[in-house]
């Protein structure tokens, strides 16, 4: 293991990243993970160390990275909780919560509850959030140039619906259960990108 005080700046070292990667790919292998998990896990440990720092506390990081990965929208319905999983890899569960809002929040993943107020978690940099992101500036740009032509404007909340129905009933790229969460979602991403186009056709 490298620890911090070896290097002046550990983020920017790609030996600290090889090694946090070869230490992860132990554990997950020690607790018998499914190599396709373990491959998304690690990507996203490599992704994190690269960009931030490595943990003070490496089991409970590895452990919340995974469960990130398994926690996939299209892994719905997954009923297992973050309980359970930190029982299974025998760690506290506020240690994983805590790593869990962590590479979350700076590698900015979108997180989608169900009913039952469970996570599931959007990677940025994923085939989902490519789509609604692609889906609604298709869809906003659209609606300014109508807008241009013909003068009348469709309200963002009409507008959000009928992205998400889209993105959840023809496109199926994220599943009904999560069709509140992401109609708020696409209400503040139609307002920003309406916003962007309308600053852009005024020259700002």
Not at 71 to 94: D, G, Q, V, Y
């Amino acid at each position: 293991m490298v620890f911090r005080d070896e290097y002046e700046d550990l983020a920017a070292n790609p030996m600290v990243v090889v090694n946090m990667v070869r230490d992860a790919h132990q554990f997950f292998k020690e607790n018998k993970i499914e190599e396709s998990y373990q491959m998304m896990a690690l990507d996203l440990i490599r992704r994190y160390v690269s960009k931030e720092d490595i943990p003070r506390e490496p089991d409970p990081f590895f452990g919340a990275a995974l469960y990130i990965v398994t926690r996939h929208p299209w892994s719905h319905p997954n009923p297992l909780t973050k309980s359970e999983f930190a029982s299974r890899l025998r760690m506290k569960e506020s240690s994983l919560e805590w790593y869990t809002e962590a590479i979350s929040v700076k590698l900015g993943f979108i997180t989608l509850h169900d009913k039952n107020q469970l996570p599931f978690f959007v990677d940025p940099d994923g085939t989902i959030a490519n789509v609604v992101n692609s889906v609604i500036r298709a869809s906003v740009g659209e609606e300014v140039v109508k807008s241009i032509v013909t003068g009348s404007v469709i309200a963002p909340h009409t507008l959000a619906e009928r992205i998400v129905d889209k993105l959840c009933n023809i496109v199926n790229i994220v599943p009904s259960a999560f069709e509140q969460e992401l109609l708020t979602l696409a209400q503040r991403r139609i307002e920003e990108e309406s916003s962007r186009l309308l600053n852009q056709l005024r020259g700002r």
